[in-house]
């Protein structure tokens, strides 16, 4: 059976064995937004493996010496730069999705500022005044 890191599993008690914590730390740090565990029916916290491992780095952090706040912030940022990524990673696979298409096509501006599309061979028509632009092929494709 495969269980999820972000499954919410683990009671407090054994959130705070596994990260080597006392139940009292886990519930500050929820409290300060540090980590922010999933909630049961009534009300009692459930930890994944994922936020087991955020204690651990949170403990690590302190015990050199980053102050709550400072770990706080360090988090927020570790959070964005992993959406940044993942943003970037779906512009760069619709950018790949596109540039064929796009390398194929041929576009024409009209002296009236009218922008054709060609397909590649065909030229605009005759006693045009018009600048066709392309991108050249790179070598090797």
Do not use: C
């Amino acid at each position: 059976m495969n269980i999820s890191a972000d499954q919410p599993i683990f009671v407090i008690s054994v959130a705070a064995e596994l990260a080597d914590m006392h139940p009292q730390t886990l519930r500050q740090y929820d409290r300060l937004g540090i980590v922010s565990p999933s909630r049961a029916p009534g009300k009692s916290r459930r930890y994944s493996q994922r936020d087991v491992n955020m204690l651990r780095e949170v403990q690590r952090l302190s015990h050199e010496g980053v102050s709550l706040e400072g770990i706080k912030r360090i988090l927020e940022l570790e959070n964005q730069v992993a959406a940044l990524q993942r943003k970037v990673s779906e512009l760069t696979e619709e950018v790949a999705r596109r540039r064929d298409p796009l390398d194929s096509r041929i576009f024409a501006a009209g002296a009236a500022g009218d922008v054709v599309s060609l397909a590649r061979g065909q030229r605009p028509r005759a006693r045009s005044q018009a600048v066709v632009v392309w991108r050249p092929r790179a070598l090797g494709k």
